[in-house]
Every structure is written in C-alpha cells, then in structure tokens.
C-alpha cells in the first residue's frame, strides 16, 4: 500500500523488429524474458509471448515462419490489431 509503482515493476520487454527472425526471437523468450514487443509499420505495438509462438508452430507445423511479417500470414490464428481498429 505504502510502496512506489517503480519498487514492483520488473525489467521492460526487449524491442524486436518485424523482420526480427522467428529463431532469434524463441531464444529470446525465456523464464526471465516472458515475451518481447514489436512495434508494426502503423505504429501498434504488439506482445509476443511463447504462447504465440507455439500457436504459429502447431499452424504451420509444414513452414516455419522466418520472421513476424511471415507469421503474420501464415496464421490466422496470431491476431494482430492496428491501432485504428481498436475504436
């Protein structure tokens, strides 16, 4: 009750980029690391979590994604949402 916001924050997700490669990305999510942030070409910010990448996996088991823009339409199962479609 008597603490700071800042004093239970814990570390903010590292930044990738869309063309940030699938395998770069799994090795980033970890017990430390639960997820990482992409930021599209409209300016939405989105969270990747492990969850996501195992949903893309059991999608497209026959073609591995390389990077998020091709995770994008290989899986109509991983929802991305720009932010004017949010109203």
């Known amino acids: ?24 990305i799994s090795k980033m999510i970890n017990k430390d690391c639960p997820a990482v942030m992409m930021q599209d070409s409209d300016g939405g910010l989105h969270i990747i979590t492990k969850s996501d990448l195992i949903a893309v996996w059991l999608v497209n ?22 932010p004017d479609e949010t109203k």
């Not at 088991?61 to 720009?82: K, V, Y």
């Open 61 to 82: 088991r026959h073609r591995w994604p390389q990077n998020i823009q091709e995770m994008r339409t290989l899986s109509a199962h991983f929802l991305f949402i720009a």
């Open 1 to 24: 009750k008597d603490s700071h916001v800042a004093d239970c924050m814990s570390d903010p997700f590292p930044f990738v980029l869309p063309t940030t490669r699938i395998d770069l």
